[in-house]
């Protein structure tokens, strides 16, 4: 399975991006999906998960800006973050909420002040 985040870039705080994960070699439903981010020099974190229930889960400091959702039809998963701050910098990686798969590369997101 290989794992494929877009949608990074660089944004001014309070700005929006719009993330979105697909998979090569798996179907996404049936599986409770999740986002990390790692910044430079801190461990990955979980950021946002959502199961197939559409029950949806977020780090404290993302919720009210972050809203994550799933597509199964299209065999993808995105996050929406909108509010943007500096601290949100990171490299943002998808996988399942066990972490089932290998790591892709991740996408880069830079929030400047």
């Known amino acids: 399975v290989q794992l494929q985040a877009s949608g990074g870039g660089l944004v001014q705080a309070g700005g929006s991006l719009r993330l979105s994960c697909t998979a090569s070699g798996a179907l996404l439903s049936g599986y409770a999906l999740a986002w990390f981010r790692q910044a430079p020099g801190k461990q990955r974190e979980l950021v946002a998960s959502i199961v197939s229930g559409r029950i949806t889960t977020y780090k404290d400091s993302v919720k009210g800006r972050f809203t994550i959702s799933r597509d199964d039809a299209k065999n993808t998963l995105s996050l929406q973050m909108d509010s943007l701050k500096p601290e949100d910098t990171a490299v943002y990686f998808c996988?399942?909420?066990?972490?089932?798969?290998?790591w892709g590369q991740g996408t880069q997101v830079t929030v400047s002040s």
């Open positions: 996988n399942t909420l066990t972490i089932s798969w290998r």
